[in-house]
């Protein structure tokens, strides 16, 4: 029909655009009813004007939405390896080090720490600077790593001894 061809050769317009089309041409009674129905019949103008889901979004904890001390809720990951050289010099010796992130959940600020390597040790050693310099933590957030399983371990038999 024309009316279908008139929506294919302008592009799929939509019913109002393709009413006024129409009219410049033609006088079809109850325009509107049949230029909507085609359209909205239309699979090329359907799938065009698809709405794409969003979801809902869940509610954040409430030490991230309440006013607290900065570091007070903490998240710890590491990152790396990096490769760093201890001096300028051409020939200076070239190590790995690792990065251990400190993140303030409540402020998103981060706290950077150079380890060399990923044991607990090393661990235990930025985490006492961290301490140093931010303050102790009300919580800490990890993922289930050997090397914070194994300082989490220690930190628990240290607590024992001192409670003796």
């Known amino acids: ?3 279908d061809y008139y929506h294919q050769a302008y592009l799929h317009p939509g019913p109002n ?3 006024a089309l129409l009219q410049t041409r033609f006088w079809i009674p109850s325009m ?3 230029v909507r129905q085609r359209t909205f019949m239309c699979l090329r103008c359907y799938k065009s004007k698809a709405k794409s889901v ?3 979004m869940g509610d954040l904890p409430d030490f991230r939405v309440r006013e607290g001390r900065a570091f007070s809720h903490v998240g710890i990951d590491f990152a790396g390896p990096f490769s ?3 001096s300028n010099r051409k020939k200076a010796r070239v190590d790995k080090v690792y990065l251990c992130l400190y993140i303030c959940m ?5 706290h950077l720490e150079a380890v060399t390597s990923l044991s607990s040790e090393a661990f235990l050693g930025s985490f006492t600077r961290f301490i140093s310099r931010r303050g102790l933590p009300e919580a800490v957030y990890t993922d289930c790593g050997s090397n914070f399983a194994g300082a989490s371990r220690e930190l ?6 001192y409670k003796q």
């Open 17 to 19: 655009a393709l009413q």
């Open 156 to 161: 628990k038999e240290l607590e024992q001894w």
């Open 1 to 3: 029909s024309d009316l």
């Open 32 to 34: 509107r009813r049949l």
């Open 106 to 110: 409540v402020t998103k600020a981060i």
């Open 54 to 56: 969003i979801p809902c």
């Open 84 to 86: 760093m050289k201890e």
